[in-house]
C-alpha cells in the first residue's frame, strides 16, 4: 500500500466503527483504481495490521456480538481471503457480494487511533474521492 491518501482514509473511516471487506475493497477502489485488485486489497488491510493499526474480528453468530480473533496476520489474512466460520471468503465471492460479506471486521486499536487523529480529516485535505460516481463502486 504505502499510500498515504489511502491510509488517511482508511483509518478515519475505521474511527467510525469496525469495517468490513467491503470497506477496504471500495476505498482501494475509489482512491488508487490503477492498482486496484483483490490481492492488493488483502496487501493493503495486511500493512494495516503489520503497523499496528486494526485487529481482526468477526461478528461469530450465535447473537454474539464483535470479537477479536486470537490468530497471525498470516493466519487472519488466510481466513478474509479464503473463508472463516462458514462464511465464504472475499477471494471466492462475487463483486455483487463484496459489500454484504462479514467474514471480518478490522477494529481500530491505539497506534491506529494516535495516527488517525494526527492525519485528521481526509476530506478536508482531499476532497471526496466518491464525488461524481457511486460509493464503493468500482469503474
Do not use: C, Q
Not at 59 to 86: C, L, M, Q, T, V
Amino acid at each position: 500500500m504505502t499510500n498515504e491518501k489511502l491510509e488517511h482514509f482508511l483509518l478515519y473511516e475505521l474511527t467510525d466503527d469496525w469495517a468490513p471487506i467491503g470497506t477496504f475493497d471500495g476505498m482501494v477502489a475509489a482512491i488508487t483504481p490503477e492498482n486496484y485488485s483483490r490481492e492488493t486489497v488483502l496487501e493493503t488491510i495486511r500493512e494495516l495490521a503489520s503497523k499496528g493499526y486494526i485487529r481482526f474480528g468477526a461478528f461469530p453468530g450465535g447473537g454474539r456480538s464483535w470479537e477479536p480473533w486470537d490468530a497471525s496476520i498470516d493466519e487472519s489474512i488466510d481466513r478474509i481471503a479464503y473463508g472463516y466460520n462458514d462464511v465464504r471468503g472475499y477471494l471466492d465471492i462475487s463483486d455483487e457480494e463484496i459489500g454484504s460479506n462479514e467474514v471480518f471486521r478490522a477494529d481500530l486499536i491505539e497506534p491506529g487511533e494516535r495516527r488517525a487523529s494526527e492525519l485528521g480529516n481526509p476530506y478536508e485535505r482531499y476532497g471526496d474521492p466518491w464525488t461524481g460516481k457511486p460509493r464503493h463502486v468500482r469503474d
